[in-house]
């Protein structure tokens, strides 16, 4: 009888970790591909402050319907859990994190994005470290620096898109605007080009400073999340952070909501927030917490070091978007720096 109660309980075992790994590697993929997702989506003339309030709107209902399930199973928070916690972490996840992602996507490539907030579990692990005192091993110290040197070759790397049109008045007093390939070679256009280059270099920059600021945001939330994650569930934190951020976003966005809403009549801005709303910043959660639980925060991990390999992919197929070889470089030492910091510490 034993034998065949132990037999069962290690085929269930196997069938949740089976499920977690799924789930897992289901996660990396949309966390993924909502980069390229958001771009499209902001390519519909949507302002990013409307976005965000739609897409969170979206996303509050999916998370409390999660929580609400989780409630009715028995899991609830304790009554020790402090509520200013609750409302300072929601201020820097909910809020500030999801402001800066997106003029981050809206200002630099998919790539840079992707490669720079899979940069997360070095600044929570330092993070920990100073603010919590956990302590880091040497590979650890090693893998950490060799993360951050490919964080920065990511950041402050040059690369030029080309703009489709160009306004000639600013170097001759023209007001004629052209496409760069229909200009004739010439000091004039070579001026226009270089002029062009600087703009989207300086833009691109500022996107990927944005990014990596988005980045010490979502670690810093880690770091302040995990005293109360021994007294709340994640699900049940993100619920109560995205509902008590979503009237900031809504007044970020009023003043061009009015602007905004008629565009949400086109089915491709309609499928961006709901994929995003639903299953990114939703039901994603959800299935990282099950991940997680059944399957160890290092596999979990180990997952979430695809996502940006989804990104890149995504947006190459979905947007033509090219990577260069210091994107190349800069994401393999991101992502080798992420696996010797997390085998030194498993």
Same mark, same amino acid.
């Given at each position: 009888?034993?034998?065949?109660?132990?037999?069962? @309980? #290690?085929?269930?075992?196997? =069938?949740?970790?089976?499920? +977690?790994?799924?789930?897992?590697? +289901?996660?990396?993929?949309?966390?993924?591909?909502?980069?390229? $997702?958001?771009?499209?989506? *902001?390519?519909?003339?949507? %302002?990013?402050?409307?976005?965000?309030?739609?897409?969170?709107?979206?996303?509050?209902?999916?998370? *409390?319907?999660?929580?609400?399930?989780?409630?009715? %199973?028995?899991?609830?928070?304790?009554?020790?859990?402090?509520?200013?916690?609750?409302?300072?972490?929601?201020?820097?996840? @909910?809020?500030?994190?999801?402001?800066?992602?997106?003029?981050?996507?809206? !200002?630099? %490539?998919?790539?840079?994005?992707?490669?720079?907030?899979?940069?997360?579990?070095?600044?929570?692990?330092?993070? +920990?470290?100073?603010?919590?005192?956990?302590?880091?091993?040497?590979?650890?110290?090693?893998?950490?620096?060799?993360?951050?040197?490919?964080?920065?070759? $990511?950041?402050? #790397?040059?690369?030029? %898109?080309?703009?489709?049109?160009?306004?000639?008045?600013?170097?001759?007093?023209?007001?004629?605007?052209? &496409?760069?390939?229909?200009?004739?070679?010439?000091?004039? /256009?070579?001026?226009?080009? @270089? =002029?062009?280059?600087?703009?989207?270099?300086?833009? !691109?920059?500022?996107?990927?400073?944005?990014?990596?600021?988005?980045?010490?945001?979502?670690? &810093?939330?880690?770091?302040?999340? !995990?005293?109360?994650?021994?007294?709340?569930?994640?699900? #049940?934190?993100?619920?109560?952070?995205?509902? /008590?951020?979503?009237?900031?976003?809504?007044?970020?966005?009023?003043?061009?909501?009015? $602007?905004? /809403?008629?565009?949400?009549?086109?089915?491709?801005?309609?499928?961006?927030?709901?994929?995003?709303?639903?299953? &990114?910043?939703?039901?994603?959660?959800?299935?990282?917490?099950?991940?997680?639980?059944?399957?160890?925060?290092? #596999?979990?991990?180990?997952?979430?070091?695809?996502?940006?390999?989804?990104?890149?992919?995504?947006?190459?197929?979905? =947007?033509?978007? &090219?990577?260069?070889?210091?994107?190349?470089?800069?994401?393999?030492?991101?992502? @080798?720096?992420?696996?010797?910091? !997390?085998?030194? =510490?498993?």
């Amino acid at each position: 009888m034993s034998d065949n109660s132990t037999s069962e @309980s #290690q085929r269930l075992s196997l =069938r949740q970790l089976l499920l +977690a790994d799924l789930a897992l590697l +289901a996660v990396a993929v949309i966390w993924g591909v909502n980069i390229p $997702v958001m771009k499209v989506a *902001l390519e519909s003339g949507i %302002t990013p402050y409307s976005l965000n309030a739609i897409r969170l709107v979206v996303s509050a209902i999916v998370l *409390l319907g999660c929580a609400g399930w989780e409630y009715r %199973t028995g899991v609830r928070p304790a009554a020790g859990i402090s509520r200013v916690r609750i409302l300072i972490y929601a201020l820097i996840v @909910s809020v500030a994190y999801q402001y800066l992602f997106l003029m981050a996507v809206s !200002r630099t %490539t998919s790539a840079n994005v992707a490669l720079i907030m899979a940069t997360v579990p070095m600044w929570t692990a330092l993070g +920990a470290r100073l603010f919590l005192k956990e302590i880091l091993p040497a590979m650890a110290w090693v893998g950490l620096l060799i993360a951050f040197a490919g964080t920065m070759i $990511v950041t402050v #790397q040059k690369q030029v %898109t080309p703009v489709a049109e160009v306004t000639i008045s600013e170097v001759v007093g023209s007001e004629k605007t052209a &496409s760069v390939a229909e200009l004739a070679p010439g000091p004039i /256009i070579d001026e226009v080009k @270089s =002029r062009q280059s600087d703009l989207d270099a300086a833009t !691109r920059f500022s996107g990927n400073m944005i990014a990596l600021l988005a980045a010490l945001t979502w670690a &810093s939330g880690t770091v302040f999340s !995990r005293p109360m994650l021994k007294l709340i569930s994640p699900v #049940q934190l993100a619920a109560c952070s995205a509902t /008590i951020g979503l009237p900031f976003h809504v007044l970020f966005a009023w003043p061009t909501l009015a $602007v905004s /809403i008629p565009l949400l009549q086109e089915t491709s801005l309609q499928l961006c927030i709901l994929y995003s709303g639903i299953l &990114s910043t939703g039901l994603a959660l959800a299935m990282w917490s099950y991940g997680v639980k059944h399957a160890g925060a290092a #596999q979990a991990t180990m997952f979430q070091n695809l996502s940006p390999i989804v990104a890149i992919v995504s947006a190459w197929l979905w =947007r033509g978007e &090219s990577i260069s070889i210091a994107q190349t470089i800069g994401g393999a030492m991101i992502i @080798s720096g992420l696996v010797i910091m !997390r085998r030194s =510490r498993s």
